[in-house]
């Protein structure tokens, strides 16, 4: 039998909120699917679902935590102060999103060929600026992950979640915390994607590299800077400002 972890946990709840994540985008853009252009509701609501569904399978795989991202892990060790988890949650993170990606791709094998468009394509596995500029790009996933972080402590404090103080049962959590992910994409998410989540994006990203993808284009490793850095800035920044208030 195998036994539940932490590093198990987060692998695979990872790679559940990629293959859904990432899923519903890949069903959106890719040509012939069953939800060619739904839109970005349809995204932005299919990614909040993924969140919660992910936060579920980390859980019940042996992380309680179910951080997913490691933006939150981060700015959990600042808010903390206990950096013990960065080396086994990181790595687990980002392996769970390759493998999440990969069954992106096999999931959608045929339609890989049906879509001409290699940005489409690059849209199903990382995400990209509507408008290209370095420091709003950077500022937008920023925010976005600040507020992120926010609601994620806001959302685990006791004083909320305690039942026996009428709160909501801790149950509810991953539910709202879907929510949460799904506001800040309807939200915020206009202008970058809203990567919120350096495993997101650079996990697939380096699988749609890696991939024998048909007619693929560049993997934009130009960008792929601000996806990563943006995200864990804000959010060793919001943890140490939450900290302040002694979350």
Same mark, same amino acid.
Request: one cysteine or more; a neutral charge; hydrophobic letters at 55%.
């Given at each position: ?19 859904? #994540?990432?899923? +519903?985008? =890949?069903? &959106? ?5 069953? !939800?060619?252009? /739904?839109?970005? *509701? ?5 990614? #909040?679902?993924? +969140?919660? =569904?992910? &936060? ?5 795989? !042996?992380?309680? /935590?179910?951080? *997913? ?8 060790? +600042? ?169």
């Amino acid at each position: 039998m195998i036994q539940t972890t932490p590093f198990l946990g987060e692998l695979i709840g990872t790679m559940v909120l990629i293959l859904l #994540g990432n899923g +519903v985008v =890949a069903n &959106v853009v890719l040509n012939k699917t069953k !939800g060619n252009n /739904g839109g970005w *509701i349809v995204i932005t609501a299919g990614w #909040g679902l993924a +969140v919660m =569904a992910a &936060v579920f399978t980390a859980t019940a795989l !042996g992380s309680p /935590g179910a951080h *997913i991202n490691p933006a939150v892990t981060l700015a959990f060790a +600042v808010l903390q102060g206990d950096y013990s988890l960065l080396a086994t949650f990181i790595p687990a993170q980002i392996l769970g999103a390759m493998i999440g990606a990969t069954l992106v791709w096999i999931q959608y094998y045929s339609h890989w060929e049906a879509t001409d468009d290699p940005g489409a394509k690059l849209a199903c596995f990382a995400t990209g600026p509507a408008i290209r500029s370095a420091i709003p790009n950077f500022l937008s996933e920023f925010i976005a992950t600040g507020v992120l972080i926010l609601g994620i402590v806001a959302i685990g404090n006791t004083n909320i979640t305690s039942a026996d103080q009428g709160g909501i049962p801790p149950a509810i959590g991953p539910y709202i915390v879907g929510m949460l992910v799904w506001s800040i994409g309807l939200s915020l998410g206009g202008t970058t994607g809203y990567a919120i989540n350096p495993a997101r994006d650079l996990g697939p990203r380096i699988a749609h590299a890696l991939l024998p993808i048909a007619k693929k284009g560049s993997s934009d490793w130009a960008y792929a800077w601000v996806p990563v850095l943006a995200p864990l800035l804000g959010a060793a920044i919001f943890g140490f400002i939450l900290r302040l208030f002694s979350f």
